[in-house]
Each structure stands twice: as structure tokens, then as C-alpha cells.
């Protein structure tokens, strides 16, 4: 079914100007305001979701960042040291596969990006049959280009500080006391010296934001509420017989932390 604004129709005189009205109201910005109210909303109570279980672009950094790991033993171009990782070593047989994957990608990326411009069908029917226009091709060969750069040298840069989606996502979290947070037991501290040994803390090595999940919340701002922290705590702490010292809270467990750690915190107070 065609979900139309009533614009075409008002046009050819078969509406007036408050059918128009109403239309693009009750279809238009009344859909709007409510699929932000709830996207908002389930950030609010549990944080950025949709990036680190919806997202196809983040389920994409993930599998590139496996196999520049498998090449380099890097997640990142711009590591300045390897990231170690259990039962994997840098092999540069791995490289190929990597770059492949960037630009397939970045391909893919640009003619996904074409079809919210111009009907799918067209889009993908000129592509099979070699009758592209002068201005779909350059589209695509442009932005084949630029993901295919991001895909390769930003990635989770782009998701910490470049997506808007994310960022607002951050913002309704931060503002929420008992939002879902990944919460440290801190009196269990020194079990994390010997968690992972001799590779450091493994929850470290496994967050594909880099972040330091053992830290305080208003420090997690891009936390994207994945887990691998936790499966990579509850794995290590596990095979030494003890119980993992990362776990999920939310509502007043999660405030008892928020409250815990502002008054550990004086520059909380300044």
C-alpha cells in the first residue's frame, strides 16, 4: 500500500487544503514524533541498544575488525600496540581478505545509500544489466570510495564520534541514573590482575568501543551495551573457579551505583 501525503492528490484538486493538512500531520509528523519518543526511550532506560544489537553497520565493524585482527593482531590502523586475544595470532595471509571485505562493503554501502534516493528496482535492475546512468554511477563509484575508507580506517571511530544516531542514544542514557550499566564489583578488584594473565584484563581486550568497562558511567559514554565485556569476565573469572566482577544493572541496582560512585568521586561535587 502506497503511503502517500496527500500532496499528489491535492495537486489534481481531489483534496483540499485541510484534507493536505491533516494528512501530512497524521503520516508524516505524528509517525516521526512517536518513533522517536520510543527509539529515545528505550535508550533512556537501557542505553544504546540498537547500536550494539540492531545496527547492521556496527555487525559490519565487527566482522572487519576479526579479520584485521587475524591480520595484524590490531583492531584498529591506528593501534600502537597489539591487542591480545586468546587462541589468535596475527597472520598476514589475512590481508587480502581484509581489503576485499572493506571494498565489497563500501560497494554495497553506496548502493543502499543510492536506493533511499531512487526506487530499489531501478537501482539495482540498471546495476545487473550494465544500464546505469552517468549520475548513479558516479554516485556509487564516489561512495564506494568513502565507505570503503571508513570501513577501513575509522569504523568504531565513526560509531563513538561520528553517528548522530549514537550520540543522541548517549545523551537520553546518560541522563537516566537507573539505565541499564554495566556495574564492576570494585572490593573484587584484585581478581582482575590474574583474570586473563598474561594478556592483562580481558574485558578490556573484548569492548569493540575500547573503552574500560570497569570504569564509572559518565567515562562509558559510547557503551553500547553489547556484553562481550561480561562473556569475556564471566569466561576468564570462570575458569578460576569465581564469580565474574562485571554485571548488568538496571533501575534501583543501578542508581545504588550511580550514588556509589559520586561519592567516591569529589570532582563530582566541584
Known sequence: MRWSLGIDAFTRGEIN?????????????LPALIL?????GLAYRYGRLYC??????????????????????????????????????PNGRW???FALSCALM??????????????????????????L???????????????????AFARHLFCRFGCAVGLFQSLAWMANPRGLVVTFARERARDCRTCDEPRGSACDNACPMRL??????RKMFSCVQCGQCLDACNTSQQAQSREPT?????????????????????????
Open 95 to 97: 590481508w587480502p581478505l
Open 17 to 29: 487544503a485541510t484534507q493536505v493538512g491533516i494528512s501530512i500531520i497524521l503520516r508524516a509528523f
Open 246 to 270: 562485571l554485571v548488568w544493572h538496571v533501575g534501583a541496582e543501578a542508581l545504588r551505583e550511580t550514588l556509589r560512585q559520586r561519592r567516591k568521586d569529589p570532582s563530582e561535587h566541584s
Open 52 to 89: 550494539g544489537w540492531l545496527c547492521p553497520h556496527f555487525s559490519v565493524v565487527e566482522t572487519l575488525n576479526n579479520l584485521l585482527h587475524r591480520a595484524c593482531g590490531k583492531l584498529s590502523l591506528w593501534d600502537r600496540s597489539i591487542t591480545p586475544r586468546a587462541h589468535t595470532q
Open 212 to 217: 574500560n568497562p570497569r570504569n564509572i558511567k
Open 36 to 40: 522517536i519518543v520510543v527509539f529515545l
Open 133 to 151: 546512468t552517468a549520475n548513479q554511477a558516479r554516485f556509487i563509484v564516489i561512495g564506494s570510495l568513502v565507505f570503503t575508507a571508513e570501513f
Open 106 to 131: 563500501g560497494f554495497l554501502w553506496a548502493i543502499t545509500l543510492l536506493t533511499y534516493l531512487l526506487p530499489p528496482s531501478v537501482i539495482w535492475s540498471n546495476l545487473l544489466h550494465g544500464t
